[in-house]
């Protein structure tokens, strides 16, 4: 696709790579720094034309389609507007059809809701002549670990459709407050999304919601004198492996057995949270540790991984210590 101008009319014709985007996909990818919610209004108020046609924001384009996009006019940013950073992340996996970083805790995957950029934005800038890099799916702003980008637009299709049927095997690590009920090997609860009283995005379990299924193990249990000394019984190192991929799904599903994420601090235990600080913990301990999914040019299985991060790893080996000591005495 040719660059186009902001301040004129461009009429652009769709080639086979754009073939199959929704229209306001398509717009957010040629008008990039302009807002999701600008991009809605000149498709809703007829300036976005299709074969010279008003057309919808999900309707579908197709290879021959002649799309008008007018000026877009927009106010100046303000100087506490920050540019972007470039930033590169560590890379698990890279190839030309696809990108596997480990994202860290704290940076979201994309900009939005209060957030000025996050993942995607950030390696945009530090890759200008990339000329095509796309979020497969999301992390929680808080969970660390693996993250997958497109690089080629047939790639995002192939790991969207493998996502959607819930292919691809996606394994956690979480620490949870309290003992984790050893009978319990799986979760099956359907959960429901609503807003919070705030504006936050909220999830729980209830018979309206979708269908969600996690697996369990627990791989370490904690307890002594280090948790007696901060007021906590337990602590349970768990493995969950999702079978299905809904928001929040570990946190919520974690939360119903009484055995919250250590650190959540929207469905954990807040006096807990507060204590395990003590022991060192300053973030949600969540990890998107394993990921097992077939290649989308090749078919090749990849099995790809990203080891606790450092923090985390120093949370469990002071609670080790503290086990080791009472075993001693």
Not at 96 to 113: F, Q
Request: glycine residues 8%; contains cysteine; positive net charge.
């Amino acid at each position: 696709m040719p660059a186009i101008s902001k301040n004129s009319v461009n009429y652009l014709t769709i080639d086979e790579a754009a073939a199959g985007q929704r229209l306001d996909n398509f717009l957010i990818r040629q008008l990039k720094g302009v807002p999701k919610s600008h991009i809605h209004r000149i498709i809703r108020g007829g300036e976005v034309r299709v074969n010279k046609k008003r057309a919808a924001a999900d309707s579908r384009l197709a290879a021959g389609d002649e799309v008008r996009i007018p000026p877009v006019r927009l106010a100046q940013k303000t100087e506490q507007q920050a540019a972007v950073p470039p930033r590169e992340f560590e890379i698990v996996f890279e190839d030309e059809h696809l990108l596997v970083v480990d994202k860290p805790s704290g940076v979201a995957v994309h900009g939005g809701s209060g957030v000025s950029f996050g993942v995607i934005e950030q390696l945009r800038r530090a890759r200008p002549q990339a000329r095509y890099l796309e979020l497969v799916h999301r992390l929680d702003k808080d969970t660390s670990g693996l993250l997958v980008v497109a690089k080629r637009r047939s790639a995002l299709v192939k790991l969207h459709e493998a996502w959607r049927n819930d292919q691809p095997k996606k394994v956690y690590l979480a620490l949870g407050v309290g003992a984790w009920p050893q009978e319990v090997r799986q979760v099956k609860l359907p959960l429901f999304k609503y807003t919070g009283a705030a504006g936050e995005k909220m999830v729980r379990v209830s018979e309206e919601g979708q269908s969600a299924h996690t697996l369990f193990r627990e791989l370490e249990r904690f307890g002594g004198t280090p948790l007696h000394a901060v007021g906590l019984s337990a602590l349970s190192l768990m493995e969950a492996t999702l079978r299905t991929g809904r928001t929040h799904q570990i946190r919520v599903h974690m939360q119903s057995q009484s055995c919250p994420i250590a650190g959540d601090e929207r469905y954990g235990d807040y006096t807990a949270n507060r204590r395990l600080k003590k022991l060192g913990l300053k973030r949600m301990f969540l990890h998107a540790h394993r990921l097992e999914l077939a290649h989308p040019a090749s078919g090749e299985t990849l099995v790809l991984t990203a080891p606790l991060p450092e923090e985390l790893q120093q949370v469990l080996a002071n609670l080790r210590q503290g086990a080791a000591q009472d075993e001693a005495t």
